[in-house]
């Protein structure tokens, strides 16, 4: 369960997810049916101008790029469509750096200030010549899209120590993940056995295994012993065997509304018009609550309200977000600087 404080930062939600995350949310995730491309006719002008304007313009301004924010409309859309990830910024920016020659590290952006941060395995270049190269042509796609408050921070990548022994360690742990897959749909629990249930802490002797079980199923004794029989049987350098209930269906519940939240808090992120200053979510009792914090000091106009609510509920009318909300109850809030919520949305 995340923090019951709403206004707690949850940084994590706006990097790349690790790889457990990445499978859990792919086993999630169905075909879905192609979401409807949005009416050129409506916005196509509105497009056209503001592309005209940068392109005329011998130098991006702070008043030009507050400008573009306000004129693009809210687009919402899922991580996820088709089973395949949608470009999103941090995708974006990263073809964008490779495109000019470089390697990327990492991108990955923080919240208040909204940071976007660009990590850099040089080589021979300078940080120094990345940055001439690479600041003004980060700084026009981030303009061209609206997004005019934020950091950017371009750095080199540190480098990755290598462990003796570490190769083996992350063989060990496949093979681990492979008895406790083979375990579990053994005893008819294929669909829990896709998700992430084995994790691995420690080193060498002192290695312990960590099971997660969901406290659904009835025969969790017998199937630690028999991981145990296994993980001994081919004898892997295993201390111990430590296992942890939980609810799957809180669990999956909770991974589906850390995209949905991450999906409207990304959509408006970085655009001074909304003032976003930091996202948390909870899932209690089977409702889902989101909280957006701002760092407005009053509402929005009510059209900007308007806006933002119709975003939302676009977003939420779409066959992949239909896919993660299924009969979930939920709750959405934007909140003041103070806390008070100025925009509510539930089902």
């Given at each position: 369960?995340?923090?019951t404080?709403?206004f707690?930062?949850?940084?994590e939600?706006?990097?790349?997810?690790?790889?457990?995350?990445?499978q859990?949310?792919?086993k999630?995730m169905?075909s879905?049916?192609e979401?409807?491309?949005s009416?050129f006719?409506?916005?196509?002008?509105?497009?056209?101008?503001?592309?005209?304007?940068?392109?005329?313009?011998?130098?991006?301004?702070?008043?030009?790029?507050s400008?573009?924010?306000?004129?693009?409309?809210i687009?919402?859309?899922?991580?996820?469509?088709?089973g395949?990830?949608?470009?999103?910024?941090?995708?974006?920016?990263?073809?964008?750096v490779?495109?000019?020659?470089?390697?990327v590290?990492?991108?990955?952006?923080?919240?208040?200030?909204?940071?976007?941060?660009?990590s850099l395995?040089?080589?021979?270049?300078?940080?120094k010549?990345?940055?001439?190269?690479?600041?003004?042509?980060?700084?026009?796609?981030?303009?061209?899209?609206?997004?005019?408050?934020?950091?950017?921070?371009i750095s080199?990548a540190?480098?990755?120590p290598t462990?003796e022994?570490?190769?083996?360690?992350?063989?060990e742990?496949?093979?681990?993940r492979?008895i406790v897959k083979?375990i579990?749909?053994s005893?008819?629990?294929?669909?829990?056995?896709?998700?992430?249930?084995?994790g691995?802490?420690?080193?060498?002797a002192?290695a312990?295994?960590?099971?997660?079980?969901?406290?659904?199923?009835?025969e969790?004794k017998?199937i630690?012993?028999?991981?145990e029989?296994?993980?001994e049987?081919?004898?892997?350098?295993?201390?111990e065997?430590e296992?942890?209930?939980?609810?799957?269906?809180?669990?999956?519940?909770?991974?589906r509304?850390?995209?949905?939240?991450s999906?409207?808090y990304?959509?408006m992120v970085?655009?001074?018009?909304?003032?976003l200053?930091g996202?948390?979510?909870?899932?209690?009792?089977?409702?889902?609550?989101v909280?957006?914090?701002?760092?407005?000091?009053?509402p929005?106009p009510?059209?900007?309200?308007?806006?933002i609510?119709?975003?939302?509920?676009?977003?939420?009318a779409?066959p992949?977000?239909k896919?993660q909300?299924?009969?979930?109850e939920?709750?959405?809030?934007?909140?003041?600087k103070n806390?008070?919520?100025?925009?509510?949305?539930?089902?």
């Open positions: 369960m995340k923090s404080d709403p707690k930062e949850l940084e939600q706006l990097k790349v997810r690790d790889r457990s995350k990445e859990l949310r792919s999630m169905q879905t049916n979401r409807k491309k009416s006719k409506k916005y196509g002008w509105i497009a056209a101008a503001c592309m005209l304007f940068l392109v005329i313009s011998p130098f991006y301004s702070t008043t030009m790029a400008i573009v924010a306000k004129v693009l409309p687009t919402i859309t899922p991580q996820i469509s088709d395949e990830p949608n470009p999103n910024l941090t995708s974006d920016l990263f073809k964008l490779e495109k000019e020659g470089y390697r590290g990492s991108v990955g952006t923080t919240p208040s200030p909204f940071t976007i941060e660009v395995v040089l080589g021979d270049s300078t940080l010549q990345a940055k001439e190269d690479l600041e003004a042509k980060i700084t026009s796609y981030l303009y061209e899209n609206g997004y005019d408050d934020y950091e950017l921070k080199e540190p480098e990755i462990h022994g570490s190769d083996g360690l992350n063989k742990y496949d093979q681990v492979e083979e579990f749909a005893y008819g629990y294929a669909e829990e056995a896709e998700y992430e249930l084995a691995m802490k420690g080193t060498g002192s312990i295994v960590t099971i997660d079980m969901p406290d659904h199923i009835d969790s017998e630690i012993a028999d991981i029989k296994e993980i049987r081919q004898d892997l350098d295993v201390k065997v296992v942890n209930t939980f609810n799957l269906q809180h669990r999956l519940q909770d991974n509304w850390s995209m949905i939240s999906d409207i990304d959509a970085g655009k001074s018009t909304y003032k200053a996202l948390s979510y909870q899932v209690k009792d089977g409702h889902s609550y909280w957006i914090k701002t760092d407005l000091d009053k929005l009510q059209e900007q309200i308007a806006e609510k119709k975003a939302i509920q676009d977003y939420m779409l992949e977000t896919e909300i299924r009969d979930d939920y709750t959405i809030e934007f909140l003041l806390g008070k919520s100025f925009v509510e949305i539930t089902n």
